[in-house]
T-cell receptor, first 114, second 113 residues
Framework: GNSVTQMEGPVTLSEEAFLTINCTYT??????LFWYVQYPGEGLQLLLK?????DKGSNKGFEATYRKETTSFHLEKGSVQVSDSAVYFC?????????????FGSGTRLSIRP | DVKVTQSSRYLVKRTGEKVFLECVQD?????MFWYRQDPGLGLRLIYF???????EKGDIPEGYSVSREKKERFSLILESASTNQTSMYLC????????????FGSGTRLTVV
């Protein structure tokens, strides 16, 4: 079945450091891939997405490239800020019906030190 | 700005009570979902609906039911609340196209005492 595996946290970095959160997936067909972010006490927000191979999603300085050959969708940011502290979820959707569910990874907690 | 609104941010209920969690979306989305989120267990799907009056069980439907009488509203019902249903509950909606992600509500933190 479809699944998402992302690196376990917590990840702690200093401000302005480079961030990578690894995500790999298993899916049949050609899934759409997503990164969601959850700030403390809130629901999840869509951060970025990519819907086909070699697409790059980007938002708020974060980027992720859909790599079909390695079945990966790693999240990167060149210079993190304290305000980026949150939990990040990698996710995929590969349904062919309108009720397709999104499969989430377990989440990676990111903490940024000033 | 498009929205998914959950009626309560925090709820405290007693064991055995019938509990209603309400979710409303203003985006005319076909699909709506209820998840619970617990530390170490991630997001677990309880129920979802792809049309009015239609519902499907998710991964952990036991102890829950749902209602979708109107397209914009999807209610989660705890028939007889128990302490192991203390959790963060997240509602989400999504249009029919697979390339679109979910839009989530802010969540309801339910405590059953």
């Amino acid at each position: 079945g479809n699944s998402v595996t992302q690196m376990e946290g917590p990840v702690t970095l200093s401000e302005e450091a480079f961030l990578t959160i690894n995500c790999t997936y298993t899916a049949t067909g050609y899934p759409s891939l997503f990164w969601y972010v959850q700030y403390p006490g809130e629901g999840l927000q869509l951060l970025l997405k990519a819907t086909k191979a070699d697409d790059k999603g980007s938002n708020k300085g974060f980027e992720a490239t859909y790599r079909k050959e390695t079945t990966s969708f790693h999240l990167e940011k060149g210079s993190v800020q304290v305000s980026d502290s949150a939990v990040y979820f990698c996710a995929l959707s590969s349904g062919y019906s309108s009720a397709s569910k999104i499969i989430f990874g377990s989440g990676t907690r990111l903490s940024i030190r000033p | 700005d498009v929205k998914v609104t959950q009626s309560s941010r925090y709820l405290v209920k007693r064991t055995g009570e019938k509990v209603f969690l309400e979710c409303v979306q203003d985006m005319d989305h076909e699909n709506m979902f209820w998840y619970r989120q617990d530390p170490g267990l991630g997001l677990r799907l309880i129920y979802f609906s792809y049309d009015v009056k239609m519902k499907e069980k998710g991964d952990i439907p036991e102890g829950y039911s749902v209602s979708r009488e109107k397209k914009e509203r999807f209610s989660l019902i705890l028939e007889s609340a128990s302490t192991n249903q203390t959790s963060m509950y997240l509602c989400a909606s999504r249009p029919g196209q697979d390339s679109y992600g979910y839009t989530f509500g802010s969540g309801t933190r339910l405590t059953v005492v």
